[in-house]
């Protein structure tokens, strides 16, 4: 059953065509990879299953109802976490945010703050400001956040794009296990053609000017998945190898 | 603070320590006595005489009461509209030219007005120094609200906020260590703004003292007041540059390390 759906969606901003006829059901459960060349749509996309965009034409439903705003169990991950997160606000003040937000009990609040930092591997920082925790750190703090929501779906936007590659596979796999232990839906953006494979279920290609979907594949590689060997499966670089013509064809 | 204190290089203090020694020497070996000159002596003595009988107190409360009152009346008018000029492009739009043709005249230009509507007295000052510190607190509380990471903002959205909580917890913290700085700078103008209004016409104040110093031939008095004037202005600023690190140590941080 779809979760979230895209009914013949299109997205006009200024007069410029942005998306046009996104058509997607994203089941519940499931993790959605989206690649595609800078430019075509993917942000927006996410934007308009989030609730910060409105479509132009055609309609999105969460759990078979539209989409008129934000919803709390919805939550976003972004990719330029300094920007995401209070400066003023420590770790644990950060993550008090979210719930403050949906109006978490008061007494209740520094033992599910403790949680959550101890899930994301932070309890030693939880009196840190951001500028004083790594690039690595302050994206799973940003997680946490959007954890604290309880989230059934998790939007991410390029999360670890900015990210160096031993802390991106690190946090892949921590998303991943996020994901299997709580049963969210993932909706996850990035021009990263190998960590939309090893992340998703299915991957879905996108084409710029105006945005659209050129190619969807389902990916049946095992999980739990493992950085070493799933990376070297034949499926997989196959899979890697179709994406990459499939993308390298759309930016021409 | 310590480090500051530190790097305070004593050596600066030759300059200002010679002058007022070599004054002394010259005042004392020409006997040089006008209406316009008096001695580092003399200067002391009369401030001495001033802070006894109370005078100088009784000043300095009133000059520094008008400009607080003044500031704290300019800066909520400015916060007050300034906020939600930085919201609304719309209300932007709509009160630039308003806004634009009211700032340019000087503060003092409205004495005569004030006379007018309040007579002498505290509350004319008051408002004078109020209409001096609201243009700064509203052009940069406009700006500070204004330039708020728009990503914050949709963060606040994200998670549900209501437009009020999104100002109230994002938008105003987000700004204020700006709007501090406009404070600042506000703080500053007001002090101007009050000594002038007392020279010029107010009787009362440091101002008023150090005219009435001046016309009745006494340099030295006026003198005084006007290293005391210097004094109270550094410790107002020193006050406030105190509580800015104090308020906003994480987050002036930040700035920097960008």
Redo the contacts between chains.
């Keep these: 059953m779809a979760l979230i759906a895209f009914e013949k969606v299109d997205l006009t901003l200024g007069g410029r065509p942005i998306l046009a006829g996104i058509d997607v059901s994203i089941r519940k459960g499931e993790f959605l990879s989206v690649v595609g060349p800078s430019g075509c749509g993917k942000t927006s996309l996410l934007n308009l299953a989030?609730g910060?965009l409105t479509p132009s034409a055609g309609r999105i439903t969460y759990a078979g109802k539209p989409v008129t705003g934000?919803?709390?169990d919805?939550?976003?991950v972004?990719q330029?976490y300094g920007?995401?997160l209070?400066?003023?606000r420590t770790a644990s003040g950060n993550i008090a945010?979210?719930l403050?937000?949906?109006n978490y009990p008061k007494e209740k609040r520094a033992a599910r703050i403790a949680e959550l930092l101890a899930l994301i591997g932070l309890s030693r920082h939880a009196d840190k400001?951001?500028?004083q925790l790594s690039g690595g750190m302050q994206q799973r703090l940003q997680i946490a956040r959007c954890l604290a929501?309880d989230p059934s779906v998790l939007l991410m936007d390029e999360p670890f794009g900015a990210l160096d590659a031993m802390t991106r596979q690190a946090l892949q796999d921590e998303v991943l296990s996020i994901a299997a232990r709580t049963g969210a839906t993932v909706l996850f953006i990035t021009h990263d053609l190998e960590e939309a494979i090893y992340l998703g279920d299915r991957v879905i290609a996108m084409r710029p000017n105006p945005g659209r979907f050129e190619i969807s594949f389902d990916i049946d590689l095992p999980r739990p998945r493992d950085q070493l060997t799933t990376r070297e499966r034949p499926e997989f670089l196959k899979m890697r190898r179709e994406l990459f013509d499939v993308i390298k064809e759309v930016e021409h | 603070m310590s480090a500051e204190a530190k790097r305070l290089d004593w050596r600066g203090l030759v300059i200002p320590v010679g002058f007022v020694v070599g004054a002394e020497f010259a005042a004392r070996a020409t006997g040089w006595e006008s209406s316009m000159l008096a001695s580092p002596s003399g200067i002391v003595a009369a401030f001495w005489t001033v802070l006894i009988d109370g005078t100088l107190l009784h000043a300095t409360a009133a000059t520094l009461a008008t400009s607080l009152a003044g500031l704290a009346i300019g800066s909520i008018f400015g916060l007050l509209i300034g906020i939600p000029l930085g919201l609304s492009r719309t209300a932007d739009r709509l009160m630039e030219f308003s806004i634009e043709a009211f700032r340019p005249i000087p503060a003092v230009a409205l004495i005569p007005i004030a006379l007018l509507v309040f007579g002498f007295g505290f509350r004319m000052e008051i408002s004078i120094v109020a209409f001096a510190a609201f243009w700064p607190i509203l052009i940069l509380t406009r700006a500070a609200v204004a330039g708020v990471?728009p990503?914050?903002i949709?963060?606040?959205?994200?998670?549900?906020?209501g437009a009020t909580?999104r100002v109230w917890?994002?938008v105003l913290?987000?700004a204020?260590p700006r709007i501090f700085v406009a404070f600042r700078l506000a703080a500053g103008i007001a002090l101007i703004v009050a000594v002038t209004v007392e020279i010029a016409a107010n009787p009362l104040g440091l101002g008023y003292n150090m005219i009435l110093a001046q016309q009745t031939l006494r340099p030295e008095l006026m003198l005084a007041l006007l290293v005391w004037l210097g004094v109270v202005g550094w410790a107002f600023n020193h006050i406030l540059l105190w509580s800015q690190k104090r308020l906003?140590g994480?987050?002036a941080?930040?700035r920097i390390?960008r």
């Design positions: 989030a910060l934000p919803r709390q919805i939550a976003i972004f330029d920007k995401a209070l400066p003023w945010l979210a403050e937000a949906m400001f951001p500028n929501q | 990471e990503r914050l949709q963060v606040a959205r994200a998670l549900g906020f909580a917890k994002i913290p987000a204020l906003f994480p987050a941080m930040i390390e």
